[in-house]
């Protein structure tokens, strides 16, 4: 992605969860309990991370993203069809943001966008998406589900101890993030789509209209900027 475009993407997602999270502030909290969306490991609202620790460094920011030192916790959590997914949280308390990067990106395209939202005070998840990078792929069929993957990075969030759920995604990543919202019901507080393609399924050879985000997002009923 160009220089200009990723300046853009950090000013606009930044603007867009500053703007979302004081819409949805005055919404009920979704219980941090809802791991129905997902298939990450349940966990105190204090712990730091709810997946299984991933090995020593193998797939650490510091070893493979641009300044990729800020302090974070690395997991394996796992989709609900057992795909096991490779997890960088960073940050902490009660205000979540999952960010979903383009097609065929990694965590790690999020990363300098990740640590400015942690150093002011939000709780981030960043993962690679199934078949790719340090994530697993499905033994049996469904490597195109990767909706299924960003709902276990929004269980995860809730396992971690955030109590509002924000999900932001770029082109392809945004057409997931208004789909995973969509089938994340209340366990999501608003959704940023940030040039994503209104479907996306042939692109992961899914079956017709299953990363359809003009179908998913008349279901969404918080505050969304697309």
Known sequence: MAAFSRRR???????SLTALLAISSCRTPAP???TAVGASRPASAN???SGTPAASGYHAPAQRCEGGHYPSRNVDIAAADGTR???VSLGNGPRGVLMLPEHDASACRWWPQATA?????FRVVLLDYRCTFFSGCPAHGN????PSDAAAGIAELHAEGAGKVIVVGASAGGTLAVVAAAAAGPAVNGVV????PADVSAMYDAPAGTIDSFKAAAKITVPSLF
């Not at 490597?143 to 990767?146: E, G, K, Q, S, V």
């Open 193 to 196: 789509d940030l040039s994503g």
């Open 85 to 87: 997914i490779a997890v």
């Open 9 to 15: 993407y950090l000013a606009t997602g930044l603007s």
């Open 143 to 146: 490597t195109w589900d990767l």
């Open 32 to 34: 941090t309990s809802r």
């Open 47 to 49: 712990s730091a991370a």
């Open 117 to 121: 939202l942690a150093q002011a005070g």
